[in-house]
């Protein structure tokens, strides 16, 4: 079993930043993937960004060249930080930690943009 903890997050005036922070526990032999996803209202989940254990990177267009993702391997942490933010940013964000043969989410955390 996996348990994903996020925290960060909150009302956030637009261009402001927001750090995103998640930690994996719980009884695993390894996660190959950790990354973050969002929800906005009335839309459906979509990539944010994802770290794999070799640092490669995968950035979603709506946030690319002002977000950055970082993970510790060795903690099984995970944060991610978008700058300049964007009411269009706004949305709950989960963390995400894919194994070999399974995927967990957290539970979410809102991010508020307000103009």
Same mark, same amino acid.
């Given at each position: 079993?996996?348990?994903?903890?996020? #925290?960060?997050?909150?009302?956030?005036?637009?261009?402001?930043?927001? +750090?995103?922070?998640?930690?994996?526990?719980?009884?695993?032999?390894?996660? !190959?993937?950790?990354?973050?996803?969002?929800? /906005? /209202?009335?839309?459906?989940?979509?990539?944010?960004?994802? +770290?794999? !254990?070799?640092?490669?990177?995968?950035?979603?267009?709506?946030?690319?060249? +002002?977000? !950055?993702?970082? +993970?510790?391997?060795?903690?099984?942490?995970?944060?991610?930080?978008?700058?300049?933010?964007?009411?269009?940013? !706004?949305?709950?964000?989960?963390?995400?930690?894919?194994?070999?043969? #399974?995927?967990?989410?957290?539970?979410?955390?809102?991010?508020?943009?307000?103009?």
């Amino acid at each position: 079993q996996v348990q994903l903890v996020e #925290s960060g997050g909150g009302l956030v005036q637009a261009g402001g930043s927001v +750090r995103l922070s998640c930690t994996a526990s719980g009884t695993f032999f390894s996660i !190959t993937t950790m990354g973050w996803y969002r929800q /906005p /209202p009335g839309k459906q989940r979509e990539l944010v960004a994802r +770290r794999t !254990t070799d640092g490669s990177t995968v950035y979603a267009n709506s946030v690319k060249g +002002r977000s !950055t993702i970082s +993970r510790d391997n060795a903690k099984n942490t995970v944060n991610l930080q978008i700058d300049s933010l964007k009411p269009e940013d !706004t949305a709950v964000y989960f963390c995400y930690a894919s194994l070999a043969q #399974s995927a967990h989410w957290g539970q979410g955390t809102q991010v508020s943009v307000s103009s």
